[in-house]
Structures are given as C-alpha cells and as structure tokens.
C-alpha cells in the first residue's frame, strides 16, 4: 500500500485522562512491592532506605527522640518521591496501552481515500481493512493514516524540540561530547541567561526588597561557605565534582543506547537532588552558571558579594562540564 500525502499522525491519548490516570494511581501503591521495584535498582534502593529511615522515625516516636519533625519531613518526601515515580511510570504504561488500543482500534474503523484515477480528487472512500498492496490512497490534513505504507509524495513538517537544557553547563558538555550541533550552543546558553535574570527579578518582586536585601541571602544567590579552611578552593572543586556527576548522568540517561531502561532520565533529578544535599554546606551546589547569575546580577542592587564570587560558578561547571564529556566519550566509546 502506498500514501500520496501525508501530514499528521494518529493523535495521542491525553496526559491526564481519568481512564489513564485513576488505574495509574492504584497501581503506584501496588508498584511499592520490592519483588516489582527491584526491575528499577535506583528507585529499589531509594525504597529501602526509606523503609529504614521510617522503623527509625517509629523508633524515635517512642523513645522521645529529638528532631522528629525533621525526620517526619525528610522521609515523608521520600514516599512521595518513589510514589510519584511509581504513578509516573504507571501513567506512561497506560498511555502506551491506550495508543496501541486506538492504532488496533483505527485499523478497523478508519475509512481510506483510495484514489481511483490520476488526479488527487479521484478517490472513493473504502474500509481501511479492505486496502491491499498496490493501492495508493491520499491522506490530508486532519486525516488519519489508515495502514502502514509507503510515502510516495507527500510535505511533513517537524517542530525542533530544545531538549530541555536549561543548564549551559551541561548544554557545553552535550556539545563536547558531539551530541549538539554548535549552532545551537550560543542561542542555548543566552535563553539559559535571560530566564535565569527574569527569574530572579521575578523573585525580587515576590519576596520584596526587604528579604532580598537580607545579609547571606540575595535572592538564593550562591556563595563559598567561607568558615571551612579553603573555601574558594572546596567552593570550586565542589562544583566542579558536582557538575561532571550531573553532565554524566544526563549524557548517559539520554544516550540513545539507554532508551530501553526504565526511569533513565529520572536519575537526573535524583542526581542533582544528592548533588544539593551533599555540595550544598560548601559552595551552594549551583552547578549551573545561568542559575546564578540571574540571582547575582539582581542581587547588585543591594551587594556585590554575589557578583564577586560568581566566577566560582562558571569556571567549576564548565570544568565539570568538559570532564564529564571525555569521560563519557572515553567510557561509552563508539567501536
């Protein structure tokens, strides 16, 4: 079978139909059985911790123990990270099901414009199921596409998707690596820069000028902690540890040869959540140098400290950056 004019696709189901999401939120509690989330090792081993960390919440409870809001808050959050993670990926089980349930359903019911002479106008409408190899069919805008085929003429039209680099560090990385085209890096890190500055005027707008003026606070800017012996030294190879870890695990989550495992990208997010808990105490853990110069910048209506120390926040995400990307080429080298 072969398609004269092909414009659009089948539709997908919707992100939040009831029929997907209700069954998606039964079955993130059901997901909680360690015998089903051992397929998924990060969110297995996230589980028990934080089974442990609640018998010692329990065992706070009774003894009297102290700082049992803290713990309460902490594991808490556990809970609904595993459970948001166990609904997401019910959700998208469900949305792949309900696709594949209206292609099946598409192929009975989807009526063919099966052209009958030479000119496009020259058709009659047949049963999908009814076209054979051979038949040639015209599809429009708006039509569905009602068998597999061959296109034969036909205009398509692609909208370019940014990726979601929000980071010019990783955005250099990805590059590094041979994975973006240098066209994009530039037009990447300014957009990076604008939202970064337009957000933290944003944030100036919320907060007022009074909390934003705040002495060590500037609008979440970033700084050394400067009690340790060698802050700028710690402040920059923290950052530098933190962000090849993060350029790493992207590089790897989104490498084509990791599409088959589940929750691959998700290992971003809990990666930089780590990266914060653990580099947070000596640099801040920006590991993003848009992330802080919009704080930075705006902050210059108050202190310089943050601009001051901004170069921190540059050198050692981009360093980490680069690392990340020859270790990656030097790890997952194409033979």
Known sequence: ??????????????????????????SSFVKLDPRTLIKNPVMFVLEIVTIL????????????????????????????????????????????????????????????????????????????????????VQVEAGDMIPSDGEIVAGIASVGSISGAHFNPAVTISVFS?????RSRVLPYIVAQFIGATVAAVVELALVGA??????????????PNTSLPMPI??????????????????????DSDSSGIAWGSSSIGLILAAAIWALGPISGASLNPARSFGPAIVSLLYDSAPILSYWIYVVGPILGGLLAAQLYKLIYKRV
Do not use: C, H
């Open 53 to 136: 960390t609640t018998v010692i919440l329990v065992r706070d409870l009774f003894a009297g123990g102290q700082n049992i809001g803290f713990e309460f808050q902490i594991i808490l959050w556990l809970w609904i990270t595993i459970l948001f993670a166990n609904f997401s990926e019910a959700v998208a089980e469900g949305r792949g099901k309900a696709q594949a349930d209206a292609l099946r359903q598409t192929r009975t019911s989807t009526q063919a414009k099966l052209l009958t002479g030479s000119g496009t106008k020259d058709y009659k409408l047949v049963p999908g199921t009814s076209l054979k190899v051979g038949d040639v």
């Open 233 to 254: 030294f710690a402040a920059v190879l923290a950052e530098i540890v933190g962000t090849t870890i993060l350029a790493m695990t992207v590089l790897g989550s989104t």
């Open 177 to 181: 690596s041979g994975r973006l085209p």
């Open 1 to 26: 079978m072969e398609t004269q004019n092909i414009r659009k696709g089948t539709p997908a189901s919707a992100l939040f139909d009831p029929k997907i999401v209700m069954p998606a939120i039964g």
């Open 210 to 223: 009074t909390a934003a003026s705040l002495p060590g606070v500037f609008l979440g800017s970033n700084l």
